[in-house]
């Protein structure tokens, strides 16, 4: 049995060795979180160099499950059969790891986030349920930028234990301190732009990631 990573009223959670996804999922796991991605963001996300990606992602198109394609919104995206060989690594995966206990001990602690993050973003979007946030009223949004610093504190051991089980969950709490920071430095895009890693399009795809590691549908009430 691998030694726990995290103790927490007197249990433990996390493992000091977090079980290591196969490269070939992971890159089709991240297509189907996010559904097309350029190289770079794929990498960011994947927390893996590019040059390594690109070499995995060739290896996938030759054998029919990724594509590239070209247009306003370029990037790779899984081909049917990639779809079908996806959930067949990641049964794969859920059978070797045997961690969906710890993962949904996180998944539960996270669910107790979300709610509030939902509420977070929607009064970075709103003044009032009339009023666009056009980030004029410099007090409004410093409230809340500190409710997101309290959010993001609670949501980080939670991230950090996700990561001491899976290794492919590594790349969230950087991905989300980065985001923040940005938010920090008076660039308000990355509070909850979809068209970059903003804080709101990190925590989404974290919540994707540990519906599909657990085998849940949206809508399921969990």
Known sequence: MPQTAEVRNGQRYGRAVAH????AFHVLHRLRLRGRLDLDALAAAMGVPAGEVQ????????????????GR????SLTPDGRA???????????????????DDSY?????LNLELVAVCTRWQLLDEHTLNDHS???????VIAELHGIDDRAQPVCAALADTLSRMASYPTRLTTALGRIDGSEPQWFTSPAIDSYHTVWFELHED??????IERGEGR
Request: proline letters at 2%; one cysteine or more.
């Open 85 to 103: 060989r996806h959930l067949e690594l990641l049964q794969a995966e859920r059978d070797a790891a045997a961690c969906a206990a710890e993962v």
């Open 137 to 143: 009223d410099r007090a409004h949004d410093e409230r």
């Open 73 to 76: 919104i370029a990037g790779w």
């Open 108 to 112: 539960q602690r996270f669910l107790e």
């Open 20 to 23: 290591r996804s196969d490269p």
């Open 210 to 215: 540990l519906l599909q590691t657990l085998g």
């Open 55 to 70: 070499r995995l992602l060739d290896a996938a198109a030759a054998d029919g499950l990724v594509v590239h394609r070209d």
